[in-house]
């Protein structure tokens, strides 16, 4: 019987049908997408953190204006995300929970400081670069909250990169400092970015999975080239220079070649030990800790004015 | 004979498997059973549908017509929000 279920699930899939939420899955993959999921949104969540940083300090009003509003997206993003993990049966308190425990993980990129204002431009050209490149195919994912929840953020998201770049521009034609300031930003952020999209295939044991059951689309590492692909050239628009001395066009494969990843780096900051993971983590916990009044506040609330409601219907 | 009216239920209808639930119309019934077999008769004879979602009327929280300019008024001023708000070099193709 159960073959018999898992072989329909996967003739669905492989017709293109969405799976929806009250339809049989197999428990592996609504494990692999509640973990995806709810990943992907404390990414957003915690992606908040880096970028907050400067909204007080951005250079001028335009530039504010618009920071805010990228970091205001990223948290109805956090919210899709949220809403569409909990389709697969786990409350958002459990999520919140898993994540301020250390339990469940967010994207590792966002345990980098950002130093400098250049570090706002660079996150919205490359980090969310780089998000859109994953997201892109997510759109057309096999489960249909997240695949709509998908939908919505691509179509937002599209300004968040440009005026991450527009940051990068201004700054790379005008002084030499800022100049400086903009490739330091790059240097920086660049191989972070690069490792956003995972572990190389070979060592991503569940992606053969996912790209059966058509959650992904794309393997990491062709993500990871077409990525490097399109950043040539916007690197080269700018005038600056991309940290990678192994870098160079391959006219027989017709893709960008290039260096080695740090691993060692990167498995590290997953570990736990980025430059900046305890105080992400630490400044979630205590937004949650301090907003508990917040929260016991608006619900007690709600309950006396329904048992208001009642005595006056009574009456 | 009590001659009580049955309750108003909303009837939200997916016409495909992927995409959202999408309010068609309501009917009165007189439990959610009834609602979603009713719902089937009325709003899916042409297969319109492969899910069905009933909520009665009731439990639905609308926003206030009469508010909608000042409702909506805070997104007028936003253009910050949109792509085209960024200016990029043509170069650039599209970003």
């Not at chain 1, 060692?264 to 983590?281: H, I, S, W, Y």
């Not at chain 1, 506040?297 to 004015?305: I, N, P, T």
């Not at chain 2, 708000?85 to 599209?94: D, G, I, K, S, T």
Request: hydrophobic share 35%; with cysteine; aromatic share 10%.
């Amino acid at each position: 019987m159960e073959i018999n279920l898992e072989a329909q699930f996967q003739d669905k899939i492989d017709q293109e049908i969405k799976i929806e939420p009250r339809d049989w899955m197999p428990e592996k993959y609504r494990k692999t997408l509640l973990r995806q999921i709810s990943q992907h949104a404390h990414s957003e969540i915690v992606g908040m953190l880096p970028e907050g940083n400067w909204i007080t300090r951005a250079p001028n009003l335009r530039r504010k204006v618009a920071l805010l509003a990228k970091v205001q997206d990223e948290a109805g993003h956090g919210l899709y995300l949220y809403s569409a993990a909990e389709t697969l049966g786990m409350s958002r308190d459990e999520m919140l929970n898993e994540l301020h425990t250390g339990k469940a993980k967010y994207s590792s990129i966002f345990n980098y400081p950002t130093l400098t204002w250049a570090d706002i431009g660079a996150i919205g050209w490359l980090v969310d670069g780089a998000a859109i490149m994953n997201q892109v195919p997510l759109c057309r994912t096999s489960y249909g909250p997240y695949a709509r929840a998908m939908v919505r953020v691509c179509k937002e998201e599209s300004f968040h990169q440009r005026q991450g770049y527009e940051i990068m521009l201004t700054l790379a034609k005008g002084t030499p400092e800022q100049k400086a300031m903009a490739q330091d930003a790059l240097n920086r952020w660049w191989w972070p970015s690069i490792m956003m999209f995972g572990p190389n295939d070979e060592n991503s044991p569940n992606s053969a999975m996912s790209m059966k059951w058509k959650i992904k689309r794309f393997s990491n590492d062709e993500l990871r080239q077409k990525f490097v692909d399109v950043s040539v050239p916007q690197t080269e628009i700018l005038g600056l220079t991309i940290p990678d001395k192994d870098l160079k066009w391959n006219e027989s494969r017709g893709h960008y070649d290039f260096g080695e990843i740090d691993w060692t780096e990167f498995n590290q900051v997953v570990a736990g030990n980025g430059p900046c993971n305890r105080q992400r983590l630490k400044t979630r916990v205590d937004a949650w800790e301090e907003g508990t009044w917040v929260r016991d506040a608006a619900l007690a609330h709600a309950e006396k004015r329904a048992a208001k409601n009642k005595k006056t219907e009574a009456a | 004979m009590s001659n009580k009216e049955w309750p108003l239920w909303e009837v939200f209808i997916r016409s495909k498997q992927g995409l959202n639930h999408k309010h068609v119309g309501s009917l009165h019934a007189s439990d959610a059973e009834m609602a979603i077999e009713n719902a089937r008769d009325v709003y899916t004879r042409r297969m319109e549908g492969v899910s069905i979602w009933v909520v009665e009327s009731k439990n639905l929280h609308a926003s206030e017509p009469t508010e909608q300019a000042s409702m909506f008024d805070p997104a007028n001023d936003k253009v910050y929000r949109h792509p085209t708000f960024y200016v990029l070099p043509e170069e650039l193709n599209h970003m």
